[in-house]
């Protein structure tokens, strides 16, 4: 997991690969006005040498750090929301939820015939977090109908045929 000091790294990255591309088109124009004003090859070798090829380099070195300086900002927002998930339990209840009954969540019933959405494919358990709060879904057969139930498969969020967990 990162820490404070590689997510300030992160924001740095950018700025670093700007600063190489500025100074590489400063290398690089460097180099040119240099082999511009020499006439021959050989003269031109070490302006070659020593500012345009580096000059390059830098520019390539600056725009992976432009580009992958974006990444590490997605990176540290991913890190972030699986930090939240992982506060939640196991058994998908928010951290405190273990208190008094009081302040405890209402957690959907999970009993009951497997309900289906109108000009849906899936059929759900009453409590899979996919129809929690849908008015539209339906106990399979009861009108609207939703469709027979044979051409409906298994949710593979809350697996109602399957064992229950």
């Not at 003269?43 to 090829?53: G, H, N, T, V």
């Not at 009954?101 to 000009?119: F, H, K, N, S, Y």
């Amino acid at each position: 997991m990162r820490n404070a000091r590689t997510r300030s790294g992160a924001r740095l990255v950018p700025w670093g690969g700007w600063a190489a591309l500025a100074g590489g088109a400063v290398l690089c124009a460097v180099g040119w006005y240099g082999v511009s004003g020499e006439r021959f090859a050989e003269r031109q070798i070490p302006f070659l040498a020593s500012c345009s090829i580096p000059g390059a380099a830098l520019i390539v070195a600056g725009a992976v750090l432009v580009a992958r300086g974006d990444q590490g900002l997605a990176a540290a927002r991913v890190e972030e929301l699986y930090g939240l998930l992982v506060a939640y339990g196991a058994d998908g209840t928010p951290p405190g939820a273990h208190g008094p009954a009081a302040a405890r969540e209402a957690v959907p019933d999970d009993t009951g015939p497997p309900l289906a959405v109108p000009g849906g494919t899936l059929l759900h358990r009453p409590g899979c977090p996919l129809v929690a709060g849908r008015p539209d879904a339906r106990p399979v057969g009861e009108p609207p109908e939703a469709g027979p139930a044979a051409t409906l498969t298994s949710c593979p969020v809350c697996e109602p045929g399957g064992a229950r967990r």
